[in-house]
């Protein structure tokens, strides 16, 4: 449809003033046009009214439409992506040159037709960035050789990008591209670029180096040296350090960080990778911990629990993992050995796993042998040291933390203490008073709360108490 405009013959009975009535619009149809503008409705015409009216088409092949432009203002927008603020160049570009169309939401650039428009760089600076090589790692063009290395041409002198390539990889593999693996590794991976990886995507998991990595999200996988698992799955390498070597966030030994993130398999790495010994060790401990927690289950007289023999239960004929799942181990501060710390609450403990234990101190997880509070702890002739145990000095229960190389608390106490009820400053008359051995949940004679007082073996304290053998 097009406006057409016409002026009225002028009247002697008009006034000056309504002489803006002479002119009118009419909205006509392109047959109406035609008819009256006969020869001069070509494309020349059409050409005037996209000059005149700043009509733009889309540049999406399968769109295609027309509509009117409006330039934006110079502070429309402030930053790029990454949020560095912009130039007074890059602001006008975008105010000059930014449209989106209305039918497929597509943002482009009016001056140079790129689609999705180039933030942050006018037309003149994207075309000389598109044209130019471009570090693998960053995307910033490079505009020398920095590395000797064939392999590393490609790769810039930044600074993070210089770090990344301590791990990398400096084999050039036969396709003609860059490996993208790490330096070291015997087997290289298959060959990551868009091109090359499409043919062996099976072999691949299905990523390419397009791909994000699945534990930082934040970058593609051919941004940075790369790793795969025994499953099949590539990480890049400095994130799976990273993980392996924060290992658990809280007191409480996890293995989440030793899972692969997507299948959740258990992440075991090549020989020659720099943290393949670390991973040994975690798997050293995650058996170590899965034993006692065995023989824990049959020590709790739990080896029959309910979650355990009902179908449809989640842990139904796995007691191996519903003992891992109720039972807390702690690692020692001193001697490196995991201990037995209680039961856990499944929901606290699934609240804990969002959130966190912040600013816990490691020096205070000690177990019971490594604790030294003037009080004597003989070891068990038939069960050893797994199972000595002391007293929370402030309740009866079990003791966790050893804080301070002097007290001994159980998870609830320590909890209170961290949060400012500091039971340790309670006299002993402010604290439970247990009147009984047989009302004591520890069923011992114990000395009144706000003493030190080891319990000894608990397996051999079970037997007594329960007549089971352990």
């Given amino acids: 449809f097009f406006f057409l405009m016409i002026r009225r013959p002028p009247r002697s009975t008009q006034s000056r003033s309504s002489a803006a009535s002479d002119v009118y619009k009419r909205q006509v149809s392109e047959h109406e046009a035609k008819g009256i503008l006969g020869r001069d409705y070509d494309d020349a015409f059409k050409e005037y009214l996209r000059t005149r009216f700043n009509i733009v088409t889309c540049c999406q092949p399968n769109c295609g439409n027309q509509f009117e432009f409006q330039r934006g203002h110079d502070n429309d927008i402030t930053k790029d992506l990454t949020g560095k603020a912009l130039s007074i160049a890059h602001k006008k570009d975008y105010a000059d040159h930014r449209i989106k169309c209305p039918s497929c939401g597509t943002e482009q650039c ?251 101190k490691a020096e205070e997880l000690v177990c019971s042998n490594c604790c030294d509070v003037g009080v004597h702890v003989q070891n068990c002739q038939t069960h050893g040291k797994d199972y000595i145990e002391f007293k929370c000095r402030f309740c009866c229960s079990v003791a966790t933390w050893f804080c301070w190389g002097t007290t001994h608390f159980c998870e609830p106490c320590h909890k209170r203490q961290c949060n400012g009820d500091h039971v340790s400053k309670y006299t002993k008359d402010k604290l439970p008073k247990c009147t009984s051995k047989e009302a004591c949940p520890l069923k011992v004679a114990h000395p009144p709360n706000g003493e030190e007082f080891a319990l000894g073996c608990g397996a051999c304290r079970n037997i007594k108490e329960n007549a089971r053998d352990f």
């Fill in 110 to 360: 009016i001056g140079c037709g790129v689609n999705p428009y180039h933030l942050g760089y006018t037309c003149k600076e994207h075309k000389e960035r598109s044209m130019a090589k471009r570090c693998r790692y960053c995307d910033e063009p490079v505009n020398a050789i920095y590395h000797v290395q064939t392999a590393f041409h490609d790769i810039c002198n930044k600074p993070d990008c210089k770090e990344r390539l301590k791990n990398a990889c400096p084999t050039m593999l036969a396709c003609g591209h860059p490996c993208s693996g790490f330096a070291g590794e015997t087997s290289h991976l298959p060959c990551l670029h868009a091109d090359c990886a499409e043919r062996s995507k099976e072999y691949l998991s299905n990523q390419t180096g397009d791909d994000y990595c699945n534990i930082c999200f934040t970058e593609g996988l051919i941004q940075a040296p790369d790793v795969r698992l025994k499953c099949g799955h590539i990480f890049h390498v400095h994130c799976l350090n990273k993980r392996i070597e924060t290992r658990w966030h809280r007191p409480r030994i996890t293995f989440n960080f030793c899972y692969c993130p997507l299948c959740k398999l258990w992440a075991e790495v090549p020989p020659e990778y720099p943290l393949a010994k670390v991973m040994a060790e975690n798997k050293a401990l995650y058996d170590d911990i899965r034993k006692k927690a065995r023989e824990r289950l049959r020590f709790e007289d739990m080896e029959k629990d309910p979650k355990i023999i009902t179908p449809g239960s989640p842990w139904y004929n796995r007691p191996i993992d519903f003992a891992l799942a109720t039972f807390s181990y702690y690692l020692c501060f001193k001697c490196k050995k995991p201990y037995f710390g209680g039961k856990k609450n499944c929901e606290l403990a699934m609240e804990e796993e969002k959130q966190g234990v912040e600013g816990f």
